[in-house]
Nanobody, 124 residues
């Protein structure tokens, strides 16, 4: 099994930046892609951005393009989500997900492993 642990959430003002981290442990050799999703109150969980392992390619939701960046530290088995120019509509619980397919997967059903989530609140 793979365990994922998110960290770095918090309360910030609009325009600020945050870095979320997702540390993977366990059978990490299963991981071929990782992604960030978020879920706001009363809404469905949505894709934010993802990273494929071998190609090191990334993909972002339109809402994240130009503001969010995904990166990884192989030595630490950690993936990061750098979030800049945060907006109140970015307020949500952010979840890290890991998949076994070496591609950026857009749908939550395609991911095998999930973290517990970290709250991000952006005040106006």
């Amino acid at each position: 099994q793979v365990q994922l642990a998110e960290s770095g959430g918090g309360l910030v003002q609009a325009g600020a930046s945050l870095i979320l981290a997702c540390a993977a442990s366990g059978r990490t050799f299963h991981i071929r892609s990782m992604a960030w999703f978020r879920q706001a109150p009363g809404k469905e969980r949505e894709f934010v951005g993802g990273l494929s392992w071998s190609a090191d390619s990334t993909m972002y939701a339109d809402s994240a393009k130009g503001r969010f960046t995904i990166s990884r530290d192989n030595a630490k088995n950690t993936v990061y989500l750098q979030m800049n120019s945060l907006k109140p509509e970015d307020t949500a619980i952010y979840y890290c997900a890991a998949g076994r397919t070496d591609a950026v997967l857009l749908w939550r059903e395609e991911y095998y492993y999930w973290g517990q989530g970290t709250q991000v609140t952006v005040s106006s």
